[in-house]
């Protein structure tokens, strides 16, 4: 998720999410190692990345922006009220 209106420490926790990710199926397809995973799941949850962010498009210029917010943080048209279909869930 690489947008300019989001902080650089959100961009930082989605791709430490996805890395995070990466990693559980790798372990997953190892089931040899239960050390490994007990300790690798130890680390997880001293992260406490949560979870990601929702977002959704503006309906008017495209952008990517917070799930629940009321007007667009590109263009400022106002945003009508979000639906679960409108739901972006970040990577």
């Not at 926790?13 to 190892?30: F, G, N, V, Y």
């Not at 959704?56 to 210029?61: F, S, V």
């Amino acid at each position: 998720m690489s947008h300019p209106h989001f902080e650089l420490k959100d961009i930082r926790l989605d791709d430490i999410r996805s890395a995070c990710a990466a990693i559980d199926e790798t372990l997953s397809r190892s089931p040899e190692n239960a050390e490994l995973r007990t300790r690798w799941s130890e680390l997880v949850a001293l992260l406490a990345l949560g979870p990601a962010h929702v977002l959704r498009a503006c309906p008017n210029c495209k952008q990517l922006g917070m799930f629940a917010a009321t007007r667009c943080g590109h263009c400022w048209t106002k945003l009508p009220v979000p639906t679960m279909n409108d739901a972006i869930t970040a990577a």
